[in-house]
Each structure stands twice: as C-alpha cells, then as structure tokens.
C-alpha cells in the first residue's frame, strides 16, 4: 500500500493540512488531514489539482542569466552569486543604500525562506521593502496602530462562536480566509438562532446563504458603514460598560457620528432602509457579533477610512476580547511589523514621497520609483515568490519600468512574465522539494503552527531560498563560511537538548559580536542546523524561544512540561516531530488585552485624520467618470483562480475564459448575448474578454477573475496568454492617500462590442 504523506495546500492563507501519495515526482493522490489542528481534515476543489504546481512546463531548472540580445543562457550558480553580489554592492556604492528594493519574499504558503530573505536584506540595508501585503492590508494595518497602540496588534474572528456575522467586501465560500469556510458557512446558515448579514454589490455564494444582503453600490462602504454608525448609536445600542472600561475618545466619535444625514448616505449606498436598520439592530443587540472583512473594503474607495469603521462596529458594541467577538492573536514570526518613528524616522519613498506602514511599501507606487529621474531613484530590485507583472496595478507600467532598472534579480520556482524582464533568475526548490512552513497562523484562543518536511528532492539545480540567501549573504561579506564554535556547542545540544548550553553559548556570542545578532538565522542555520534533520529550519528553535519568552503560560497550556528554556525546546520538539502540524498557544480570552500594544490597555476609539476624512465624505461625488458608466470589480475569487500559483491553465475544470459577468439588464442595454466578445476600456487600458450575463450582480456592475492572464505553451509549444491580464485595466495612482492600496473592485470601464475580424488585433 501507497504511503500518505503529512503536507499542507499553499493556495491560499488557511494552508490547510494535507494528506498526499507520490509516485515519480508526481502528487497523485490528495485528502484533506484530519489530524491538522485547525483544518481538520477540510480542503477545497484547487487542492486537488497541486501537481499542477509541482510539475509544468514553466518550472525553473537552473540559474540564468539575462544576454545583451536579450536570450537567458545558463549560468552556474557561484558565478551567479558572486555576479549578484558584486553588482549589489557596487550600485550600493555608487548611489547608496536608497537605491535598492526588494519585493516579496514569500507567497501563500512559502515563508520560511523569509527568514533568510530578511536576513540578507537587513544585512545589505535594502531599505525599502515592497509586498503584495501592502495592496491589500495595510491601510488595516494603519488603522490598528492608531486604535491599538501597534500596527501588527492584527485582530482576528471567532466565527464559530458568534451569534452575529456581519462579511463585509469578502466572500469566504470562493475565497475562504475563514476557518473550513463552507462548512462554517452552513453551519451558521441553518441555525436560526444565528444571523449573518452580508454586505457586497455582488449576490454571492455567501450572501446566498446569509439571512441578510446588503447589496451595496460598489465603492461606497463608508456612506454605509458610517450610516449604520450612526443609527447605532442613535439608538443607543453601544455597549456603554465595555467603553468605558476598554477606551476612549467615545465623545468624539459620537459627535462625529451625530453629524451623518444617515437617510442620503444609505441611499448613496443603494440600499434598502429598513434592511440596513434591521441589520444593525441584529448586529448590535446580538450576544456576540464579529465582523470579518477582506478586499470588497480595503481593495476600494476610502479603504483606510472602511477599515476604521468596519472596526468602529465591533468595538461600540462590545465585541472585542470576547467569545464569538473580534480578538486579537499572536504571531508565532511577527511578520508585520509596526513603524511608528520612534525606533528609527519613519522612511519615505524618494519619487512618491510614500511613508511606510507596517515596515511596508505598496507595490503601487514602485514602477513610479524607478522612473523617477530623482537622484537616488531605486535601480537594484530583488523580487522573489511574486509576479508584479501581472499582479500589480497597471501591468503596462511594470513592463516600462523594469527595463529601467540597473539590475532585476527574480527567485522563483517557475519562468514567470516577472522573471522575462531580469538580469538573473535564480530557480528555487518548489514547496513540496524542501522544509517549508507558512507563518498566517493568525488564530485565537488556540493558535497553531505547522512545518512540514519534503516529499521530493529538489528539482535539477535548484536550491531552497535558505541556501541562496546564504550564498548571497556570504559573497556580500555578511557572515562568514562556517560557525565552528557554535557547531560544536550544537553537537553537544542534540545529544543534551535539556542543559541549554547552546543558548548559553549563542547568547555570548551575540553579546560579543553585535554583527551576529543582527544575521542570527544565518548563525543558527550554520550552527543548531547541522544538528537537525535540514540546516534551514534551526530558526524555528530561537522562534520558540522567543515565543515561549512572551506567551509562556499560553504555550504551557498547550500541555507542554517546564518552563522558559525548557519550554521553548519542549514546544521546538514537538513542532519538528508534528508533522500534521501542532497547537502553539491556548489563550484565555481575557488575555486578548495583554496583546494589545497600548500599556494602559484602552482602544483609542478617535482617529483625527480619518475623523476627518470622515466629516468631508458627504462632498466625495458618489461617481466622478461619466464616461465610464459601468463598475469593474477587477479580481474576484472564483472556484478555479488562485492567484498566480498554477501555470499551466488545464487546472482549471470550469471558466477558461475567465468570463465577465454582467448582470442580464446591462447586456440587454448594450445588446451583448452570452458568449459575446467585447472590449472593455477603463481610463487606464483596454482588454478583450468574453462576457457572460449573470443576475447575481447589481446592475451597473461587471466582475472579472483574478489570477489570469498568464502565458503559458499551448499543446504545440507556442506561448498563449490565456484569459484576461486584468491589471492591463488597472490605475497605478488609483488608490488610498494614506496607504496607497488600488481601489481595485470600483474600477470605472465601459464596454464595447467587437468584430470578430478585429479579435486578431487585439490584445
Ligand atoms: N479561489 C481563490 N481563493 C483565494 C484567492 C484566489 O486567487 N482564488 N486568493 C487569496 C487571496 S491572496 C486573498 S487576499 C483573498 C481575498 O478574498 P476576498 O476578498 O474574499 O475575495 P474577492 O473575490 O477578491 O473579493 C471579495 C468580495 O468583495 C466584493 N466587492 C467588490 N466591490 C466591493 C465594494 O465596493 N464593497 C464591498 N463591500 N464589497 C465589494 C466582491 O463582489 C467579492 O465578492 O482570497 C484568497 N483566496
Ligand atoms: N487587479 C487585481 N490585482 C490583484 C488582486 C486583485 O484582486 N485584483 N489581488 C492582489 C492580491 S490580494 C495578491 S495577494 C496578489 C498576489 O500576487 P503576487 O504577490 O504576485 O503573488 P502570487 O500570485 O501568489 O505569486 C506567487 C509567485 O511565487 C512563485 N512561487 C511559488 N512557490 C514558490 C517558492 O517556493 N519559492 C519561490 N521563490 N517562488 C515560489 C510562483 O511561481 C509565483 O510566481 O495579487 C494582487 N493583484
Ligand atoms: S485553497 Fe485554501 S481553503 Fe482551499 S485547500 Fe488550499 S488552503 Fe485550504
Ligand atoms: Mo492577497
């Protein structure tokens, strides 16, 4: 009998875990594991095509080099490095640190190179880090520092337990981001004592389900949340004991939330009254409500001022720290960081003037960096475990500004449009062919963490990222070769796990050699490594430590013996040996409080620059482009679309085309039948696609797929795209003044009929 093997699906951040059979390199065989700790055995249809990823014609064999015709020609890999290093450290020189990037470094389920790729961009002082994090979260993420004290104090949401679900701008059936979403969603469904309200221009699969729809016009959740603000407390339905205990700044925002003419901005909205003051009555009168959110909000206009109010509705009523409410968790990695300019002035782009949040920069104002004629304009960009250049906002800027980079090092597992525009590609090990781990363990009360081992060999000459960024780290004069003082001790500590001699002696030698402190995974990898089953993952073992350090009686919870070092090695242990992955933390819910970054504990409830934002909203006009009539929600979730993950476009068993769905009265209006060909033309770009009308849409609104759009050869081995590159639509400069996220899902297009004599011009 076949063996399964212990993995997990790195598709999308709930990383369930996974059984699997292999045979020739292949992934034959793929279930969900029941003994996962948080997934329990749940995944979804895109799991079932993972060979997908791990074989196809696209995968990356050997490092290549960029010639001056413009082919790619093999290179090996230590020239590789030492080229790279070489031309680093000389742009370095002659421009200074300002003029280098990096982008990535970490997709849905590969973050354990992380570790390292950090390590070496703080050993270079790349300054600017640049994520597809930052076209999504973090005008969140800003909001929480001024509410919560630190940008990474992240709350989460305890769906299972909540009386009321208020998903704003997320569809968990397609999308998940929730725990086993479908299941959940049924769940709460066909209990009557449960409501969840749905809040989204689009009918779907969720809000099917929902006992309420909000079915908002598109890009305006702050006319809508802020009404429903302001009914609630017209009502008087917030929690006056848990804000005077929890925060301050009440009086501020009510008087704010006293101003708002609450019947114009829900008829602004587009929706129904009474719907909207039932749904809020439900929410607030609710033994516990929780609000999840996801890209309907932060993807569209005012996104940081919805994610304040989105938060606003569940701290009047209450519902943070609690059972069924919004907590916050912890992080085994903190991999969001905070910047508030009091560790070091917060750092500004030099051509955009952008200011960092969360130790971020947003993807949106990069290609604008390098074309920039500023002195210190970026010219070294390092890109890793992300394509840009179909998933950023406006594609065609891409292509013109990484022509116009000095040096563009792609790391990736596969030969992507991104990696067309390098000077090096450096092939990585994919996430089946070495120790991987992904670091979204964002739950509460029981937080857990996952590592898992490969079920393959690296594929031809490729490395995992913690050997290339260690190549790296060593050319550029780093870290040195070897560790042999701390090697030995190692050797010593997988005999004697227990006498802690290793810490000891890692501990002195940081305190000795400040330059080792600041490149401490390269000295565990080099060090605690060689004693471990795979060098990579010695990092985990100071991640424990420092875990165990901060959450120590959470961590004792769990069932674990000791306590400080002990505890740590206990937890380490038992993450290496937990191959289906393994609880962390057991928090209470009053511990929610400790983990709030404010040392007196209190929310700080009044934010004066969204505060603001919001008084000025009523003069936002509710639509500006009278010459685009219709509303692009550029990037739906759909069952067969998973970012830029899989190539090869057989994986998908429905929509080829990647339709635009159009709502059967507008088709009707523009006489388009189903199957119709059409260009669709926003103020930024054209593209052909292939529309399909559909009545779970508002009217007035279109919805094309994410994740397309990808080139890939065709059965004769010519290179297609296929389906619509939708970032060819999108706006560079169309985005948030605080954060800069693209108002992606309020994309104003219009659509025209084409000949099919014309399809061959077209894009
Ligand atoms: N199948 C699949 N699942 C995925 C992914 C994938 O590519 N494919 N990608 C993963 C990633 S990276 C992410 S970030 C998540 C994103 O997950 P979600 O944000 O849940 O998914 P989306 O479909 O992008 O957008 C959510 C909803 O916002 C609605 N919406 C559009 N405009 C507005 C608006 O103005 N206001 C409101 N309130 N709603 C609006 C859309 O109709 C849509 O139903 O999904 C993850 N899961
Ligand atoms: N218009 C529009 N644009 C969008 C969105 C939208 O809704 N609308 N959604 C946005 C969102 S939310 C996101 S998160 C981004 C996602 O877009 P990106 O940040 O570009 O990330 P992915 O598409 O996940 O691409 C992952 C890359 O990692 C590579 N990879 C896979 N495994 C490994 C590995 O082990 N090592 C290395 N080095 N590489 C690996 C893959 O080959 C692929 O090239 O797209 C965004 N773009
Ligand atoms: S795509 Fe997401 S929800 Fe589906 S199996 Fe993978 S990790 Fe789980
Ligand atoms: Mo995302």
């Not at 120790?435 to 031809?460: D, G, I, M, S, V």
């Not at 605080?738 to 061959?760: D, Y």
Request: overall charge negative; hydrophobic content about 40%.
């Amino acid at each position: 009998m076949t063996d399964w093997h212990p993995t997990a699906c790195i598709l999308c951040s709930r990383n369930c875990g996974l059984l699997v059979q292999v045979e020739d390199g292949h992934l034959t065989k793929i279930r969900g594991d029941k003994n996962h700790p948080v997934s329990a055995g749940y995944m979804c249809q895109k799991a079932a095509q993972l060979d997908h990823y791990q074989n196809n014609a696209d995968r990356l064999t050997q490092p290549l080099k960029c010639q001056e015709d413009g082919s790619y020609q093999p290179i090996d890999w230590q020239t590789a490095i030492i080229e790279i290093a070489d031309r680093l450290l000389d742009l370095k020189q002659t421009y200074g640190k300002d003029c280098l990037a990096f982008y990535g470094g970490g997709g849905q389920g590969n973050h354990l190179g992380s570790m390292y790729s950090s390590t070496f961009r703080d050993a270079l002082e790349i300054p600017y880090y640049y994520s597809a994090l930052a076209q999504e979260k973090t005008g969140d993420f800003w909001v929480n520092g001024k509410l919560f004290g630190r940008q990474n104090c992240h709350t989460t949401e305890d769906i299972e337990q909540a009386d009321c679900v208020l998903f704003i701008g997320t569809n968990p059936w397609q999308a998940h981001g929730i725990r086993n979403a479908r299941p959940t969603l049924k769940q709460i469904a066909n209990d009557n004592q449960r409501t969840m309200i749905v809040i989204d221009p689009r009918r779907t699969e969720t809000a099917a389900l929902a006992d309420m729809h909000l079915q908002l016009r598109p890009g305006t959740d702050a006319f809508l949340l802020s009404a429903m603000l302001a009914i609630l407390v017209q009502e008087g339905w917030e929690d006056q004991a848990f804000l005077q205990e929890h925060t301050v700044g009440f009086a501020e925002v009510r008087a704010c939330l006293q101003t708002i003419p609450i019947d114009d901005y829900i008829e602004r909205a587009g929706v129904d009254a009474d719907l909207v003051y039932e749904a809020v009555r439900r929410f607030a009168t609710a033994k516990s409500a929780t609000v999840r959110v996801d890209l309907g909000l932060q993807q569209s206009l005012n996104s940081t001022l919805n994610s304040y109010l989105e938060k606003l509705l569940f701290l009047l009523t209450g519902n943070l720290g609690k059972p069924g409410g919004n907590n916050f968790h912890t992080f085994f990695l903190p991999w969001v960081g905070h910047s508030d300019g009091h560790a070091q002035p917060l750092r500004q782009t030099k051509a955009t003037g952008i200011t960092e949040i969360a130790q971020l920069f947003p993807p949106n104002v990069l290609p604008a960096e390098i074309e920039s004629d500023h002195p210190q304009r970026l010219r070294g960009l390092m890109i890793d475990s992300a394509n840009p250049v179909i998933s950023g906002a406006d594609t065609q800027a891409y292509q013109r500004a990484f022509t116009k980079l000095d040096l563009l090092v792609v790391v990736d597992v596969a030969m992507t449009e991104t990696a067309r525009y390098a000077d090096y590609i450096l092939p990585a090990a994919s996430q089946f062919e070495k120790w991987e781990a992904a670091f979204f363990n964002l739950e509460f009360p029981t937080n857990a963490f996952h590592l898992r081992k490969p079920l393959f060999a690296p594929f031809a000459d490729t490395l995992p990222e913690s050997e290339i960024y260690r190549r790296l780290a060593v050319a550029i004069g780093a870290i040195p070769e070897r560790y042999p003082v701390l090697e030995q001790v190692a050797r010593w500590h997988g005999r004697w796990p227990q006498l802690g001699l290793y810490r000891i002696a890692l501990v002195a030698a940081m305190a000795l050699q400040p330059k080792l402190r600041r490149t401490v995974a390269f000295a565990l990898q080099g060090s605690l490594g060689k004693a471990l089953p795979d060098d990579s993952i010695a990092p985990f073992w100071g991640v424990s430590q420092l875990y165990v350090q901060q959450h120590g009686e959470a961590v004792a919870r769990t069932g674990l013996p000791g306590r400080g070092g002990r505890l740590a090695e206990a937890l380490f242990q038992r993450i290496l040996h937990g191959h289906s992955g393994t609880p962390i933390s057991q928090h209470r819910y009053e511990d929610t409080w400790s983990l709030m970054g404010y040392k007196d504990q209190k929310v700080r409830l009044a934010i004066p620059e969204l505060l603001a934002e919001l008084r000025t909203l009523q003069a936002q006009s509710t639509y500006s482009w009278p010459e685009y009539p219709l509303m692009l929600i550029a990037g739906e979730r759909r069952m067969y679309n998973a970012n830029t993950i899989y190539r090869n476009p057989q994986w998908r068993q429905n929509d080829a085309e990647g339709v635009l769905k159009i709502h059967p009265m507008d088709a009707a209006t523009l006489d388009f039948a189903d199957g119709d060909p059409a260009l669709c033309e926003s103020p930024w770009g054209e593209l052909l696609v292939q529309v399909k009308l559909c009545d779970t849409l508002r009217p007035g609104v279109v919805s094309l797929p994410h994740g397309y759009g990808l080139d890939y050869p065709d059965p004769n081995g010519k290179r297609t795209r296929s389906g619509p590159l939708l970032n060819l639509l999108t706006g560079a400069r169309y985005c948030d003044t605080i954060s800069a996220t693209p108002f992606h899902k309020n994309v104003p297009v219009r659509l025209k009929p084409i000949e099919i004599g014309m399809l061959a011009n077209l894009k």
